[in-house]
């Protein structure tokens, strides 16, 4: 039977910044726990993990720098579910978005020829930076060299963003009803969060939980595939992906996995399961033309498709946990 959710979630204020109740969440995990029999994980014959991306206030709370619309009701709807199947779901693994003001893809890292940092959004190639239409304030043979390997890997072209998810500040927390989830999952399971940060190296950009989008940029190494989480994500017999953006994190979190699952282990493929309804596209910028590599709607809706070609399940959190 489907389980209630706990007293002190309310579903209106998802979108808003509070501190977490920790004496009031630990008091009624203790109660539902025993209320509704929910065995510890450990005693799961079924391991089925909640791996949310970036669930973080820089993404999902109106007012932060880089929130994407769509975020709240897709945290909604996420908690609703893993409320739901709480008795079922063994783990919950969070990525986090780790960063410092002097980071590559942050305003303070460039300056045009006038010595005015670049505008969030903003698009800076190799070109670019070729031709002195934007320097590196720091490290500037090193960000070409990083410029034109993400340009090489065909993925993405460097964007700068609003400062966010800073080491420290606000923005870089779970949301507070998800991490009243996350706490509560933990006393009513009788097993702890996994947390897993990434994004700090100032020389690359981090999308993906996985590994850095460069992972060397002038013989220095600056990231490398993550392993270990990928080792413990494996422990579990379903993987349930939710976050924030489908677009961004999401999409190269499920990427990376994909690739990984191709080389070693193609079966496993179908132990990932994409909530498509807990995610939201970064919009597009209002560019006109708007070039291709910046129609993120687009780049999320057709990476989608191709993560259930590949043998990825899409599911949505109103689907039966089988």
């Not at 109660?31 to 510890?40: G, I, K, L, Q, T």
């Not at 969030?120 to 670019?128: F, L, Q, R, S």
Request: proline share 8%; glycine share 6%.
């Amino acid at each position: 039977m489907p389980l209630p959710a706990p007293r002190f979630h309310d579903d209106a204020r998802v979108g808003q910044l509070y501190l977490e109740r920790v004496a009031e969440v630990s008091a009624e995990a203790y109660r539902y726990a025993a209320e509704h029999r929910v065995r510890p994980a450990r005693e799961d014959r079924l391991r089925i993990a909640a791996f949310g991306i970036d669930a973080q206030v820089a993404f999902c709370t109106p007012g932060a720098s880089l929130f994407v619309p769509g975020a709240v009701e897709d945290t909604q709807r996420t908690l609703r579910w893993l409320y739901t199947h709480l008795d079922r779901l063994t783990g919950l693994v969070f990525s986090l978005d780790t960063h410092r003001a002097f980071q590559i893809f942050h305003p303070g890292w460039w300056k045009d020829a006038e010595g005015r940092p670049p505008a969030p959004m903003t698009v800076i190639t190799a070109k670019d930076v070729r031709e002195g239409r934007w320097r590196a304030t720091r490290h500037p043979e090193e960000s070409l060299a990083y410029c034109e390997g993400l340009e090489a890997s065909g993925r993405y072209v460097l964007t700068i963003w609003p400062y966010h998810a800073l080491l420290g500040g606000q923005s870089h927390a779970l949301v507070p009803a998800m991490y009243e989830a996350s706490l509560f999952h933990a006393l009513v399971r009788d097993t702890p969060t996994h947390f897993e940060l990434k994004g700090e190296h100032p020389l690359t950009e981090n999308y993906s939980v996985m590994a850095p989008e460069v992972t060397e940029v002038k013989g220095q190494r600056v990231g490398e595939f993550n392993a270990r989480l990928m080792e413990h994500l494996m422990t579990f017999d379903r993987v349930y992906v939710f976050g924030q953006a489908s677009s961004h994190c999401v999409l190269s979190t499920l990427r990376d996995l994909q690739q990984y699952l191709e080389r070693t282990d193609k079966s496993k493929l179908s132990r990932i399961h994409i909530l498509e309804d807990a995610m939201s596209p970064v919009p597009a910028p209002p560019l006109q033309p708007l070039p291709p590599a910046l129609d993120f709607p687009r780049l999320a809706k057709e990476a989608l498709e191709g993560f259930r070609a590949a043998g990825m399940r899409v599911v949505r959190t109103t689907d039966p946990l089988e």
